[in-house]
């Protein structure tokens, strides 16, 4: 039998929802579930340390297979010693297989039953993505949790086009698998696809099960489509698998479908939106959302969150946050940046209590109604 390089395990399930904790066991350390994963495309979080990470208890980060193969190139990342050693993280990292650039990059882009034809978004050059090619990828690029190749399709999308979607996707994930060859090391999950159709979501589930993956992420959620309808994507998926698997909801961060996610037995999140809309100057803080390019927040000397025990708001006022962002200082886009990301995290944490202590119903209707959003708010933040 081939040995996996993680493990999971779950620790408790909440007796008031069945939400569930757990611990992710990698080559790089244990992470506790259910949990927020930063977003470093570029083997970088922007603006955010290595160090800073740690300090935020920060478990499994992301970099991205297609942005690090084009800069500085997989054979750069394997000759300084993988993606740990590159950008000094000694924690657990996952790349993604560079399938949502087959969906991103639409415009340039030819699906073919050999892999995707496209070209670079930096210099226009013709570029081939294949289930081997991405694998050898991210056999040279190490991280410790990687993803097959798929194909993120278009929302809406008919049930026809789907359906020769998730056939082609669960024929590269099979592919993807028999390239895989680094197992000890590099765990590779696979990605349900399906839209908003069930009885596709269940094929690819069970074909996936079939296939064998040490977890499983839900994908092609997120892409336009309303909040019920993502829920219903989320629910057709993790019914059809293995309870006792990780399960991984691709590219979705709002707080309100964390809430949602873990609900219905997600265990990993991630997402660009914390450190994007920081830059930006929109910040999560436990009484809602805040914009602190208001003129409001220019002689406010209070912290950010008295509830957040982040760096920034530990040391630093809206009123000087607000002064660095008109000022489009670099330290500002950082201070926030920090914050969104160290919210997101704490809340995971407040979440993984909250189902330890069997109270996980009562915390989420807490939180709605304290930020006035419900289940299926397209707003969320």
């Given at each position: 039998m081939?040995?996996d390089?993680?493990?999971?395990?779950?620790?408790?399930?909440?007796?008031?929802?069945?939400?569930?904790?757990?611990?992710?066991?990698?080559?790089?350390g244990?992470?506790?579930?259910?949990?927020?994963?930063p977003?470093?495309?570029?083997?970088?979080?922007?603006?955010?340390?290595?160090?800073?990470?740690?300090?935020?208890?920060?478990?499994?980060?992301?970099?991205?297979?297609?942005?690090?193969?084009?800069?500085?190139?997989?054979?750069?990342?394997?000759?300084?010693?993988?993606?740990?050693?590159?950008?000094?993280?000694?924690?657990?990292?996952?790349?993604?297989?560079?399938?949502?650039?087959?969906?991103?990059?639409?415009?340039?882009?030819?699906?073919?039953?050999?892999?995707?034809?496209?070209?670079?978004?930096?210099?226009?050059?013709?570029?081939?993505?294949?289930?081997?090619?991405?694998?050898?990828?991210?056999?040279?690029?190490?991280?410790?949790?990687?993803?097959?190749?798929?194909?993120?399709?278009?929302?809406?999308?008919?049930?026809e086009?789907?359906?020769?979607?998730?056939?082609?996707?669960?024929?590269?994930?099979?592919?993807?698998?028999?390239?895989?060859?680094?197992?000890?090391?590099?765990?590779?999950?696979?990605?349900?696809?399906?839209?908003?159709?069930?009885?596709?979501?269940?094929?690819?589930?069970?074909?996936?099960?079939?296939?064998?993956?040490?977890?499983?992420?839900?994908?092609?959620?997120?892409?336009?489509?309303?909040?019920?309808?993502?829920?219903?994507?989320i629910?057709?998926s993790?019914?059809?698998?293995?309870?006792?698997?990780?399960?991984?909801?691709?590219?979705?961060?709002?707080?309100?479908?964390?809430?949602?996610?873990?609900?219905?037995?997600?265990?990993?999140?991630?997402c660009v939106?914390?450190?994007?809309?920081?830059?930006?100057?929109?910040?999560?803080?436990?009484?809602?959302?805040?914009?602190?390019?208001?003129?409001?927040?220019?002689?406010?000397?209070?912290?950010?969150?008295?509830?957040?025990d982040?760096?920034?708001?530990?040391?630093?006022?809206?009123?000087?946050?607000?002064?660095l962002?008109r000022?489009?200082?670099?330290?500002?886009?950082?201070?926030?940046?920090?914050?969104?990301?160290r919210?997101?995290?704490?809340?995971?944490?407040?979440?993984?209590?909250?189902?330890?202590?069997?109270?996980?119903?009562?915390?989420?209707?807490?939180?709605?109604?304290?930020?006035?959003?419900?289940?299926?708010?397209?707003?969320?933040?």
């Open positions: 081939i040995k390089a993680i493990n999971f395990e779950i620790t408790h399930v909440c007796k008031q929802t069945g939400a569930r904790t757990g611990i992710l066991h990698t080559p790089h244990d992470v506790k579930t259910p949990m927020f994963m977003v470093g495309t570029l083997a970088s979080v922007k603006f955010i340390s290595p160090e800073e990470l740690k300090e935020m208890n920060a478990g499994v980060i992301l970099a991205n297979t297609y942005h690090c193969w084009l800069r500085p190139g997989e054979d750069v990342v394997a000759n300084a010693g993988g993606l740990h050693k590159f950008m000094n993280y000694d924690g657990p990292i996952l790349t993604d297989s560079g399938g949502f650039q087959v969906f991103s990059l639409a415009d340039y882009r030819k699906i073919k039953e050999e892999g995707v034809h496209f070209k670079s978004h930096i210099d226009g050059s013709p570029l081939f993505l294949s289930p081997e090619k991405s694998i050898a990828i991210q056999n040279d690029l190490g991280a410790d949790i990687i993803m097959s190749f798929d194909e993120c399709p278009p929302y809406p999308a008919t049930y086009y789907m359906k020769d979607s998730v056939e082609r996707t669960l024929r590269w994930a099979q592919r993807g698998k028999d390239a895989h060859k680094n197992t000890e090391k590099q765990s590779l999950f696979g990605i349900v696809q399906g839209g908003e159709f069930e009885e596709l979501r269940h094929h690819s589930a069970k074909t996936l099960t079939q296939i064998g993956f040490p977890g499983y992420s839900i994908g092609g959620t997120s892409v336009g489509e309303s909040k019920e309808t993502m829920y219903k994507m629910d057709y993790v019914k059809y698998l293995p309870k006792e698997a990780v399960k991984y909801l691709m590219g979705v961060g709002s707080t309100d479908a964390i809430f949602e996610g873990v609900l219905r037995g997600i265990d990993m999140f991630d939106l914390p450190t994007r809309i920081a830059r930006h100057g929109a910040l999560m803080t436990s009484t809602g959302r805040i914009n602190i390019k208001k003129a409001e927040y220019r002689t406010d000397f209070s912290p950010l969150d008295s509830e957040c982040c760096y920034t708001c530990r040391n630093y006022t809206k009123g000087y946050l607000n002064h962002f000022c489009n200082e670099g330290l500002g886009m950082r201070l926030m940046s920090i914050h969104n990301l919210y997101l995290i704490k809340l995971t944490e407040d979440i993984r209590l909250a189902i330890e202590q069997d109270r996980f119903g009562d915390f989420k209707a807490e939180f709605f109604q304290k930020m006035n959003l419900n289940s299926v708010d397209s707003r969320g933040f």
